[in-house]
């Protein structure tokens, strides 16, 4: 109450003027979110952050049920000790997802920031042509991009598994690498690259020295995002995968067509913690590639 007696008086107080009009609204604004206790897009904001972390809640809380349906019957972690000790086709897949995105991301990450220097720093008559062609796989639906793959896989004798799974994962992941290096090399200052020439540096030296370390920060992020695309991934994975080849998103749809398991679930908060404690680890780093 006291807070908007002392608007008031500051309004009644302003002297008529452009500036003084303007320090009025912003007054008046003041008094009425004083009134609100919550404005509309605080209410948006948090039934925003409602619906897409319940999901998440509702999972971890059934992680530690002790039934498998949906009725509770009491706190056990008897789930996670059958996924820890109980579950090796279901941490094959999990290993298998995690080689095909690591080894895709890495090649993405080095084919789409070789790329993304060549097209800044070249000009060629099929620049134009190249950037076109280089964001098709973003721009296409995964189901034309997977039956394309499985067709031009059989249609030159490569049997499908875990490498054809990371040729497809690289060829779909290049693009969002590519793009992210490409916006940082717009922020670039060439005149660093000139300065170093000067300085008797190579072209070699000046890739490896000057270019790729102010560019770590798109780079990195670039291959985060191809880990994470390549590890949700399953219509793509679904049509190039083989025998011996299924990854976790393969196995989880396999078990879910006969109910969600609450081992799955358990696999799941791990996988959260997992990423919270890899997202921790890496902020400090990130943040100091992103001041050099």
Not at 38 to 57: C, D, H, N
Not at 82 to 92: A, E, P, T, Y
């Amino acid at each position: 109450m006291a807070e908007k007696l002392h608007i008031r008086d500051i309004i009644t107080n302003i002297r008529p003027g452009k500036s003084d009009n303007e320090a009025s609204r912003h007054a008046k604004r003041a008094i009425k979110r004083a009134a609100k206790p919550f404005s509309f897009s605080e209410i948006v904001f948090f039934a925003a952050l409602v619906f897409l972390f319940l999901p998440l809640f509702v999972l971890v809380l059934y992680s530690f049920n002790a039934s498998k349906g949906m009725g509770w019957t009491g706190f056990s972690f008897v789930w996670y000790e059958q996924l820890f000790f109980g579950s090796r086709d279901l941490w094959r897949a999990f290993w298998n997802s995690i080689l095909i995105a690591l080894t895709s991301a890495g090649s993405a990450t080095v084919l789409g920031t070789l790329g993304a220097i060549g097209v800044q720093w070249y000009r060629f008559k099929l620049r134009g042509y190249v950037q076109a062609v280089s964001f098709l796989p973003m721009i296409l639906p995964e189901i034309i991009i997977g039956v394309s793959l499985a067709m031009f896989f059989a249609g030159v004798k490569i049997p499908l598994g875990l490498f054809t799974i990371f040729i497809a994962h690289t060829t779909f992941n290049l693009p969002f690498v590519f793009l992210m290096v490409m916006a940082r090399l717009d922020e670039f200052d060439f005149s660093i690259i000139e300065a170093a020439q000067d300085l008797g540096a190579s072209e070699r030296q000046t890739l490896f020295k000057v270019t790729v370390p102010i560019c770590m920060p798109g780079i990195v992020s670039g291959f985060l995002t191809a880990v994470t695309i390549s590890l949700e991934d399953f219509v793509i994975t679904y049509f190039v995968a083989g025998p011996g080849s299924t990854t976790l998103p393969l196995y989880i749809y396999s078990a879910i067509r006969y109910g969600v398991s609450p081992v799955i679930n358990a696999l799941s908060v791990v996988m959260i913690l997992g990423t919270v404690l890899l997202t921790y680890l890496l902020r400090n780093f990130l943040k100091y590639i992103a001041a050099k």
